[in-house]
């Protein structure tokens, strides 16, 4: 694997479009953007280059990274499930898990473990179960009950989070990978916390991303993709150059063709700098 500091794989194609990861990935402490990042999204808005945020965050999670970025464009949420305009502030598609395929897939995993707590993302907004431990969304829940409680009426389910306190999230989502096969995909974002994303098969932010890049005709080998965990795999796979940061997940680093610095050194600007010349 390559090593960037602004170097990687040999260029396959222009940059017509980077695609980046947010927490851990473009985004410092606090969820902020650098100077120099912020100059580098400029720097791509002017050479006619498509930026795409791509992140597992919600769509109320990613108003105050476009504002205080200036990000007009596509943004990719809930690791794929979702696309937005952050212009508009409006979703462009969206596509969730059934319902009863939720409810199987927590039934398998808890037959598997045990002190599992639910959460759900939907259109509709943040629910969970009385015993999630809220550590990002406080105050954001609209409705809190049991799991079939949640799922009725027939919410647009975008991904159902999965928290055990006990353990590791790289032990959670080894029974998922297991148990889920076919029904559902899990992935996980969080380095910190024994939390895994389940959302429904065949939502990644890869598959996405290629509608995306399609609609603008833009093609696979002219895309440049940034990220750094599991839920970021598929994606630097897929991506023309695919960048996992220094000290990212070993997962996604291994899927990545090169690296970049890591988010505390700029490193997604300093690759792009360097791709764009400028």
Not at 132 to 156: C, H, I, K, S
Not at 175 to 185: F, K, M, N, Q
């Amino acid at each position: 694997m390559a090593t960037a500091t602004g170097a990687g794989p040999a260029p396959t194609g222009r940059v017509r479009l980077v695609a980046s990861d947010l927490d851990g990935t473009l985004l410092g402490p606090g969820g902020l953007a650098s100077p120099r990042t912020l100059a580098m999204i400029s720097a791509c808005r002017a050479a006619g280059v498509h930026v795409v945020f791509v992140t597992g965050r919600p769509v109320v999670w990613l108003d105050p990274v476009a504002e205080q970025t200036g990000h007009t464009g596509t943004a990719i949420c809930a690791n794929g499930a979702l696309v937005y305009d952050a212009g508009a502030r409006r979703v462009l598609s969206a596509t969730g898990l059934a319902p009863a395929d939720a409810l199987e897939a927590v039934a398998r995993l808890r037959r598997r473990l045990d002190g599992l707590a639910v959460a759900v993302e939907t259109l509709a907004g943040f629910r969970r179960e009385p015993g999630y431990l809220v550590r990002f969304d406080g105050g954001r829940e609209v409705e809190v009950g049991e799991l079939p409680e949640l799922l009725d009426p027939d919410p647009v389910v975008l991904k159902v989070l999965v928290r055990r306190e006990a353990g590791t999230s790289e032990e959670l989502l080894a029974v998922a990978r297991e148990e889920l096969g076919g029904l559902a995909h899990p992935t996980h974002s969080s380095p910190d916390s024994p939390l895994i994303e389940v959302s429904a098969v065949g939502v990644s932010k890869a598959v996405a991303l290629a509608a995306h890049a399609a609609s603008l005709g833009v093609a696979r080998e002219d895309v440049v993709a940034f990220g750094d965990m599991p839920n970021d795999v598929e994606m630097l796979r897929w991506a023309g150059r695919g960048y996992a940061m220094a000290g990212g997940h070993p997962e996604a680093v291994a899927a990545a063709a090169a690296t970049a610095p890591p988010c505390a050194e700029d490193g997604v600007a300093r690759v792009v700098e360097e791709l764009l010349g400028v």
